[in-house]
Structure formats: structure tokens, C-alpha cells
């Protein structure tokens, strides 16, 4: 009798303090401590059945029952609750995902090429569509590549160290990138009509005008009766159709040992249209290139007989021509890494 009042007491007592454990869980670990708490193969459950053995007989199906009834009540209480928490926990992930149509959207800035990448593409472009190959040169190279092949007498002043990045005493840094001209010379035959972009080495003091590496687009034509005019002509074509307008070109002799003879081309000053500013130091005219007929003894370096062929060349800067189309006033611009410069140039 005794033990029986006992264990009816415990029944209760145990679906009293699952209850209690029950308002307490907050998530599904919770929930999964609990289910083995009390459902669990060492759970009081499982201790109530084996405790059934020592009830009377006669006694038994009547606890069997009611023991029964516990463990369906709390699997069933477990299932409930399980459902609900999923419930809640598909609401508060769609919250969180609720998306506010109202906020101002962010502003993303995708990457864009580099200008001197968009201006050397665009380049090469034109220069393409006009019947030029591309071949790259060594930024690293000889003496005999960089100089001595191109005619520069041993006591030159370009070769001197304040100009020259040396690595060794056989490599330096190119000081131009006509270094590619007697390469490509010794690797075709004419006609060659070539360009050479990439970068050139000096060392001078970086300031608004100079840096200590630059890019440059070599170009030269080789073939029988190559002339001075065909280069004129090229050069013409070529700036007419960077600037994208009628520019005035103007030719003006000078002085490169690797040419004979040589001139330095200028155009019209994109700023004042030729009335004179300080862009253009108040001549109206900017400098853009060096150019010449390729000299019989660099032909000659090169393999090809002065005789039967001839041919012209041109270098031209880069960054210098990128400045005076946007209006640039600093080369160190293009190094600085200045987002707000990078992103100035408008469909690049
Ligand atoms: N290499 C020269 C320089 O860096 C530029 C140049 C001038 C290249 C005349 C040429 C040329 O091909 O014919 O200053």
C-alpha cells in the first residue's frame, strides 16, 4: 500500500519537474539535454520501469499504465516543444534576413584597369590597325643592347651612372626601350614593322616631371625605300587618332645617335590650341616623341644591309602622353595609388 502511494507520488513529481525543466529551455541543446534527462537509458523513466518488478503483481498493469502515460506525456511534450523551436527559429532567420528597401544603397567601385594599362591598350590598338606586330624586350639587358649597338660612343653621357641603373657590370636597368631594335633586327628579316612597349629606367630625381621608371612605345619600320616622309605620315596618322581629333603636328631636328637624321615631335598644346599657356611654357607646342631614320651602322648591328634597306624609328613616352591628354600636371600621379586619381578617367 505504502509503496504504492510512493510511487504514485513519484510519478507526479517527476511529470511536475520535467514541467519545470521544460520552461527553461531555450533552444534545441537544451531541449536535447533534457530529452535524455529524463527519457535517457539512466533516465528516472527507465528507473520507474525496472522499479515496476516490485509492486504486487495483481498491482502491475495499473503502474504499467500509469508509468506509460509519464513517458508518452513527456515524448510528447519533447515533440511539441521541438516543432516550436524550429518555428521560432525559421522567424528569427527571416528576420534576419529581412531585407530595408528603404536604405540608400552602397556604392561598390568594381576594378578597373591602371590608366597606363587602358592608355598602352588602346595604343597598341591603333598602332595594330596600322600594320605593326608587338615584341617585347628585356627590362633587364647589356650594355651592347641598350648602347653600344645603338651607336652610342663609349664616352656617351647617357651612359654615365647618373642616368644608368647598372645591376652588374654587364646588366642594367634599360634606359629605353629601343633596346628591342637590333634584338628584333637579328631575329627577323625585312620588312619589319614592329613596336616595343614597356617600361624604361633612368636615375634621376623623381619630381613632377621625371621618374625613375616610365613606360615608352619604340616603334620602327624596316624594308627597301623606307622614307622620311613614310615617318612623317605614320607619326601623323598615329596622333590623330590617339587624341581622336585634327591636332597639328610639328617636326623639329634634333640629335639621337641611333637615327640620321633624328627630330623631336611636338603637337599643338591640347590647352590653349596653340595661344600659348603654362602647360605649354608659352610656345604652343608640347613635345611628344623622338624619332629619325634607324642609322646605317644600328641596321648593320642588326644584320641588315644599309645598302638595300632602310628604315625609321620612333620612342615615344608614355605618361607624357597621358598627361597632356587629361591634363595631368605631376608624373608621380600614376604611382601614388590615389583612388580618387585612378577612378578620374572617365570610360577607362
Ligand atoms: N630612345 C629615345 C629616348 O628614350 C627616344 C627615341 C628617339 C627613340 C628617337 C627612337 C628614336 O626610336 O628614333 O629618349
Known sequence: MLRRILLQKKIETLS??????????????????LKIKYLGMKGPVRELMKELRTVPEQERPLFGKSINDLKTEL?????????????????????????????????????????????????????????????????????????????????????????????????????????????????????????????????????????????????????????????????????KKLFKSDIKTRFRPSYFP???????????CLKCKGEGCPICKHTGWLEVCGAGMIHPEVLKNGGIDPEEYTGYAWGMGLERLIMLKYGIDDIRRFTENDLRFLRSFPGV
Open 16 to 33: 511536475l519537474q520535467f514541467k519545470n525543466d521544460l520552461s527553461e529551455v531555450r533552444n534545441s541543446a537544451d531541449l536535447d539535454l
Open 75 to 239: 515524448e510528447r511534450s519533447v515533440e511539441t516543444f521541438e516543432a516550436l523551436l524550429v518555428n521560432r527559429e525559421q522567424e528569427s532567420q527571416l528576420n534576419a534576413e529581412t531585407i530595408d528597401v528603404t536604405l540608400p544603397g552602397r556604392h561598390r567601385f568594381p576594378g578597373r584597369k591602371h590608366i597606363i594599362t587602358a592608355a598602352l591598350e588602346e595604343i597598341i590598338d591603333i598602332l595594330i590597325g596600322m600594320g605593326f606586330t608587338v615584341e617585347y624586350g628585356p627590362d633587364i639587358d647589356t650594355d651592347y643592347y641598350n648602347f653600344e649597338a645603338l651607336n652610342f660612343a663609349p664616352d656617351h653621357p647617357a651612359r654615365d651612372m647618373q642616368d644608368t641603373f647598372y645591376i652588374s657590370a654587364d646588366y642594367l636597368l634599360r634606359t629605353h626601350t629601343s633596346n628591342t631594335q637590333v634584338r628584333v633586327m637579328e631575329k627577323h628579316e625585312p620588312p619589319i614593322r614592329v613596336i616595343a612597349p614597356g617600361k624604361a629606367y633612368r636615375n634621376e630625381n623623381v619630381s613632377a616631371r621625371s621618374h625613375v621608371f616610365f613606360h615608352q612605345i619604340e616603334g620602327f619600320y624596316i624594308d627597301k625605300n623606307v622614307t622620311f616622309s613614310d615617318l612623317i605620315s605614320t607619326l601623323d596618322e598615329f596622333i
Open 258 to 268: 641611333f637615327v640620321e637624321p633624328g627630330m623631336e615631335v611636338d603637337i599643338w
